[in-house]
């Protein structure tokens, strides 16, 4: 199964800033997905990032809050833009390989705490 | 209506003891994927076992069973001679394979095993 790589594990921010994750994958994959875990809640899709292509969002997810980039197939970025308390979350970053019996294999995650 | 429904936020077990974890899904799709995954403390999501819509056994790895009841739609998961390092929030998860990669996540079982 894939490695997948994940920066910065845990930070704590200001309201205000930004934020940027990175996800780094040992081997090319076409789609990359963006959760989001509130705390002590389930995943929640925010995007799938698709190489040389626009991310595509989900309802109640909005670009210029959470942009991302995807500039080959082993690498991605979400950026946390304009924090706020709410935004404290557990991010995590998927890959999928694509086939039925496969699943997805995440990230350790990005532990985001805003003051 | 919920693609994946936990209805037990949260159960003890002790340790040694089995325990099994509910999981029941909403699909109109034929071909589909079922999944369980670990999260610990420490927020990875860590991949436990698949079945698919059309295999005919249950899937097994290790100590983790699946349950896999097709016309009444559930999937339980079955942890056999639990240890203390099967603490951790557990979420059920399914891929309709018609519809792409989306995976749909359940709200989460927290097991507890108890010394």
């Known amino acids: 199964s894939a490695v997948i790589s994940q920066k910065p594990s845990r930070d704590i921010c200001q309201r205000g800033t930004s934020l940027t994750i990175q996800c780094q994958v040992d081997?090319?994959?076409?789609?990359m997905f963006w959760y989001r875990q509130q705390p002590g809640q389930s995943l929640t899709l925010i995007a799938t990032a698709n190489q040389g292509s626009e991310a595509t969002y989900e309802s109640g997810f909005v670009i210029d809050k959470f942009p991302i980039s995807r500039p080959n197939l082993t690498f991605s970025t979400l950026t946390v833009s304009n924090m706020s308390p709410e935004d404290s979350s557990i991010y995590l970053c998927s890959v999928s390989a694509g086939t039925d019996n496969q699943p997805q294999h995440f990230g350790d995650g990005t532990r985001l705490s805003i003051l | 209506a919920q693609k994946i429904t936990q209805t037990q936020p949260g159960m003890f077990v002790q340790e040694k003891e089995a325990v099994t974890l509910d999981c029941t899904y909403d699909?109109?799709?034929?071909?589909?994927?079922l999944f369980w995954y670990k999260q610990p403390s420490s927020g990875e999501m860590i991949f436990l076992i698949y079945q698919g819509s059309y295999d005919e056994q249950n899937a097994t790895e290790g100590r983790y069973s699946l349950n896999f009841q097709k016309a009444r739609k559930s999937a339980n998961l079955v942890i056999s001679a639990s240890q203390l390092g099967d603490s951790a929030m557990y979420f059920c998860a399914m891929r309709e394979n018609l519809i792409g990669n989306q995976f749909y996540f359940g709200t989460g079982t927290s097991l507890t095993v108890i010394p």
């Open positions: 699909t109109s799709d034929q071909s589909y994927g």
């Open positions: 081997s090319q994959v076409t789609m």
